[in-house]
Each structure stands twice: as C-alpha cells, then as structure tokens.
C-alpha cells in the first residue's frame, strides 16, 4: 500500500504558519507522513519549534541551503539567531541535520516522486548531481531547471520562492516565500491536491535583507 505524505514547502522559521498548514491540510500522522523539502529553519521567528515538530512527527526531511549554512558554520545574523535558539543543544541538533539526504526517492504507486530542495540540473539524475546543485539550483542559461527535466519521476522542491508556486505533470514547486509575507503550501501525495496558508506577517524583507521580529 502506498503511504500518503503530506509534502511542505519552505517554512523558515514560521511555526506558527506550519501548525495552521497542518490544520488547514487535516494532517494525521496515522495515515499520512509529514515531509518537508528543505529550509526549515532560518530567517523566520522559531527555527527550533519547526525542528522539534519535524522531529516530533518523524518527518522525511531533505537538506536545503539554509540548513547547509548551520552545518557549515556559515556566520550570519539570522543563522547566528538560528544558533541561540538551538542553545545547549546545538551539537545534537546539527548531529540530526548532517543525516538528511540531499534527495529521497519516494514510492507512489506510480512513476515515483523525488524530493528535494532546489532541483536536478539538466541533463542528469539525482544521483549524478552535487550537493551545490541539488541545494541551490535555480535557473540554468537563462531557464528554470525544471524546463529539462523529463521524468519519468514527478520531482518535489522548494527554494525557489520568487517563482512561487509550479504546477507542473511532473514538476511541483512548494516554496510560496511565507518568510517573505507569502504563503506556507503543501500539496498532499500522491492525491496531488494543494493546501496553503497566509503568512502571519513579513519576517524577513527580502530586498533590505532585515528580520522584522
């Protein structure tokens, strides 16, 4: 039997969005598995809460860039908050992150679903990609990466929030910049149907690059 998920986008930092996305979405873990595609901390008001609901639901998590920057020690206002919200626990919590995948493959009674953060560069497999590429991909000679890909797997990412939400056979792109003032979206899989909610408020300004918590 196929196990359901419920796949979210970028949260950020924003808790508060993620607990009502999951209202909204009527999540229950006894049927379905939460998985999130990257980023869920930094920026946003509390990286730690989103960790711990991941974590307290034994969510599917792939590593996206923002996470990338904790583990390497990226220096930073907004990663340094993310730091003295993990505290006394910040050894463990990066011990935990530093085992998430750059990409799951996921079986959906169908072709498969791929997740991860930014997406797949033209012309290969997951499996043949960098970390750098599978974190950060964007736009490839001018064009979204996603133009190249054929499948036969449907791919599930985030990252890209300018962008903004993709709809695609066999593209689906989650980050709706909730951080920003946005929305937080997730769709259910393989079902194939959306959920989002508001943004609180603008956590981060992403044009002066300032925090507004």
Not at 196 to 201: D, Q
């Amino acid at each position: 039997m196929v196990e359901e998920q419920l796949v979210v986008g970028d949260v950020q930092g924003c808790h508060e969005e993620l607990v009502e996305l999951l209202a909204v979405a009527k999540f229950d873990p006894a049927r379905q598995r939460l998985a999130f595609v990257g980023d869920l901390i930094n920026r946003g008001p509390d990286s730690r809460a989103v960790l711990e609901l991941a974590r307290r639901y034994d969510a599917r998590v792939v590593v996206g860039n923002h996470e990338d920057a904790l583990l390497s020690g990226l220096d930073g206002d907004t990663i340094n908050r993310v730091r003295a919200q993990l505290g006394g626990e910040l050894a463990s919590w990066i011990e935990w992150i530093r085992t998430w995948p750059t990409f799951q493959r996921l079986d959906d009674g169908a072709a498969g679903v791929i997740l991860v953060h930014a997406g797949i560069a033209p012309g290969k497999r997951p499996e043949e990609c960098t970390r750098a590429e599978l974190t950060r991909i964007r736009a490839v000679d001018g064009k979204p990466w996603f133009e190249s890909w054929r499948g036969p797997e449907t791919v599930i990412y985030g990252h890209w929030a300018k962008m903004g939400k993709v709809d695609r056979p066999l593209v689906k792109g989650l980050d709706t910049g909730c951080v920003y003032g946005g929305r937080l979206s997730a769709i259910h899989w393989p079902r194939g149907e959306w959920v989002s909610v508001p943004a609180k408020k603008m956590w981060f300004d992403p044009i002066s690059h300032e925090m507004r918590w």
